[in-house]
């Protein structure tokens, strides 16, 4: 079988799905070879993810993975979020194809976009975490970050 059961479960009944108003962070990374956008909000309370929604326009893996990675920070602290990498959003998901990978750096990425918001919105310096690697020294997206 080409996808795992859990990418299966995770694509056909992703959990976190929808938007969170007022939230404290909101990210949107895309990639423009594939198509694939990635829009992740934030509600953190006292440094801890108290709530996590996106909304991804894109391929199966793009949503299951989206969907991992918000059960995978959900009521973390900021600080353990930044933290999570692409290759462990694959590994929660039992694997991903090799040309699917990216979807899990497109999740990891919108995590921290949106943890770079919620830096910004509290006045605080964003971490070199949070960076992308497309972004300039000014936080702006070059290549694929919206």
């Known amino acids: ?54 909304k991804t326009f894109g391929c199966g893996s793009a949503i299951a993975t ?14 353990e979020a930044l933290q999570l990498t692409n290759a462990a959003v694959a590994e929660a998901l039992d694997g991903l194809p090799g040309y699917k ?15 770079a918001d919620y830096y910004q919105r509290q006045g605080l310096p964003v971490p070199e975490a949070c960076k992308l690697p497309c972004e300039d020294e000014h936080g702006h997206g070059s290549c694929c970050c919206g």
Request: net charge negative.
């Open 101 to 115: 990978m990216h979807c899990s750096v497109l999740a990891e990425e919108a995590i921290k976009a949106a943890l």
């Open 66 to 79: 989206s969907s991992m990675a918000t059960e995978l920070i959900m009521g973390k602290r900021v600080e």
């Open 1 to 54: 079988m080409l996808y795992s059961e859990k990418v299966m479960d995770h694509f056909e009944h992703p959990r976190n799905v929808g938007e969170i108003e007022n939230a404290d962070g909101v990210g949107q990374v895309g990639n423009p070879k594939c198509g694939d956008i990635m829009k992740m909000y934030l509600k953190i309370d006292d440094g801890v993810i108290t709530d996590v929604k996106f």
